[in-house]
């Protein structure tokens, strides 16, 4: 096969995917109670940061968020192209689950923690007690009811990523501050 074959093959894989996507949302996973738990996963979250952020450092915190929601986002799309996990329920047909997890739980808890924690030693604690629990809690949990599916992943691997993404968007985030601060 040459190359405008193998393109026109994986254009026609990914049309014949998206039916079934779409298909198997509509049956399956469109107003399951996991659906449900999806869409509060969303609005709940982001009410309460609104309510509890420090709206005179919103900027700052929101730039933080901002970060880890990309390295996460990032690191969960190629995982899941990798076919390391999969997300069987979806609150839109063509966004995974990943947007409340990568868009909303995970950003929000990172930026309470870079909020109440300034001190690099408290934030590391913090960081790595948030890190324990979503890899050995939340994952775990999430697999139980059946909103993502481990393939060729195990939780272990998770526990040092989630603590990277905090380390570094906090590193990130204070060198912005500081080249903010000289200007």
């Known amino acids: 096969m040459n ?18 996507s779409i298909e198997h949302w509509v049956k399956y996973e469109v107003f399951t109670w996991q659906w449900w738990i999806g869409i509060a996963c969303v609005i709940i979250p ?8 420090d709206k005179r450092r919103i900027l700052e915190i929101s730039v933080y968020g901002l ?6 986002t990032f690191l969960d799309v190629t995982g899941s192209e990798l076919v390391l996990w999969n997300y069987p329920i979806r609150i839109l047909p063509q966004i995974p ?29 913090a960081s790595a ?6 890899a050995f ?8 009811i059946k909103q993502y599916q481990l393939i060729s992943w ?11 993404i905090s380390f570094l968007c906090k590193l990130i985030t204070n ?9």
């Open 129 to 134: 007690i948030v890190a324990l629990a979503l």
């Open 137 to 144: 809690v939340a994952e775990p949990l999430a697999v139980y």
């Open 97 to 125: 689950l990943l947007f409340p997890v990568d868009f909303i739980l995970v950003p929000i808890i990172y930026m309470s923690i870079y909020q109440h924690y300034k001190g690099w030693k408290q934030f590391m604690f």
């Open 175 to 183: 060198k912005m501050l500081s080249r903010q601060e000289e200007i």
């Open 154 to 164: 195990h939780y272990i691997y998770s526990f040092p990523i989630y603590i990277v």
């Open 3 to 20: 190359s405008s074959e193998i393109i026109d093959q994986i254009i026609q894989n990914k049309i014949i995917s998206n039916r079934l």
């Open 67 to 72: 970060l880890v929601t990309i390295f996460a």
């Open 46 to 53: 982001l009410l309460l940061w609104w309510k509890l952020v």
